[in-house]
Structures are given as C-alpha cells and as structure tokens.
C-alpha cells in the first residue's frame, strides 16, 4: 500500500500520525513536515488531474461549484492521512520545533496553499479572492472531519453494542461534500 494512503489508524510509528495518540506533548521533526510536504504535493498533483478530467468549463457556475465539491470531496477521502496531517499542523506539526524550522514548513504550506488556490480559481474565476478562503477552509474541514470518520477500535465496539450511538458517525466523503458545497455557495458572488 502506498505510504500516501495508509488509514490513519495502522500509520507506522516513524510516521507523523503513528504518534498522534501521544498528546499534545508528542514532538513533530523536519522529518514529519517534509514527509507531510510530499504527501500534500503530490495530491495536489493528481487533484489538478482530476480537476481538469471532471469539470466541464461551459456550465454554470453553480453546477461547476458542485463538482468541484463533489471531485474534492472524493479526492480528500480517499486520502485520510493527508486530511488527518491537516488537522495535525497546528496541533503537531507546527509544535515543538526551532523558529526555522517551523518558518520553512509554514512557507511551504503557503506555497502549496497557493498552488491549491490556483486550481480551485482555474475551474471557479468567479470566487476571486475568496479562493484562497476556500482552499485553506477546505483543509481545515478535511482535518477536522478526517478525526470524526475514522473511530478507533473502542468507539466501533460501542457502536455495533448500541447502534443508536452510530447515528452520527461521519462518513468523510458524503459531510466533506456537503461542507464543501455549502462553503462553496456562501463564498460566490451573487448576480
């Protein structure tokens, strides 16, 4: 299996989330960010891919809205370890580390964070500015609903015990859709 597409539960121990029960003690290394830099780079690689394959230019803004969520939304959940690196940059990633070190990586998450932006404005011009909203909302909802989706060992027990206990379990890709269009209606200009 491919290191970029490990589930975040069974993620080796010299992998940034084979810690991420550790606390908020848990230390992340130049190693961590530069591996949490590759694995980001190369989704957005293959998201412009599958951005380019999956929108059609000549729709209105509001269908190439949803398909753009909707391309998102299944690119992201099928990458759990880049969504659950998401969620550990502030708590993790960007901790315990020198001044230069975190400026680097924060300087390079910039980086890719325009590279997104590029790609969302390059099927979606009417967003403008608010691309960039977009794109850092997009990781942050990633990150977040990436720990939601994906219940460690104890909590599937109690659910199979008490179904009921299931009725909010999150499946990453159908709330990551809604969250996405939703964010994406609220962003677009209104005409």
């Known amino acids: 299996m491919s290191p970029y597409?490990?589930?975040?539960?069974?993620a080796p121990e010299n992998h940034p989330l084979g810690r991420r029960n550790q606390g908020p003690g848990a230390s992340a290394g130049r190693g961590d960010q530069r591996a949490a830099l590759a694995i980001h780079r190369e989704?957005?690689?293959?998201?412009?891919?599958?951005l380019a394959a999956g929108i059609d230019e000549k729709l209105p803004m509001a269908e190439r809205a949803a398909a753009v969520a909707e391309i998102l939304s299944r690119s992201l959940s099928g990458r759990v370890v880049l969504c659950d690196l998401?969620?550990?940059q502030g708590s993790v990633l960007e901790h315990n580390v020198s001044v230069e070190v975190v400026a680097r990586y924060k300087r390079a998450s910039l980086e890719r964070l325009t590279t997104m932006t590029a790609l969302i404005q390059r099927h979606l011009p009417e967003l403008g500015k608010n691309a960039t909203l977009f794109s850092l909302q997009t990781m942050v909802m990633a990150g977040a609903l990436s720990a939601y989706s994906t219940p460690p060992p104890s909590l599937q027990a109690a659910y199979q015990a008490e179904p009921e206990l299931a009725r909010f379990h999150l499946e990453l890709e159908e709330y990551l859709k809604l969250?996405?269009?939703?964010?994406?209606?609220?962003?677009?200009?209104?005409r």
């Open 5 to 10: 597409l490990w589930p975040a539960a069974s």
């Open 86 to 88: 998401f969620g550990a």
């Open 179 to 190: 969250a996405l269009t939703a964010t994406l209606l609220g962003v677009l200009p209104r």
């Open 43 to 50: 989704a957005l690689g293959l998201l412009a891919g599958e």
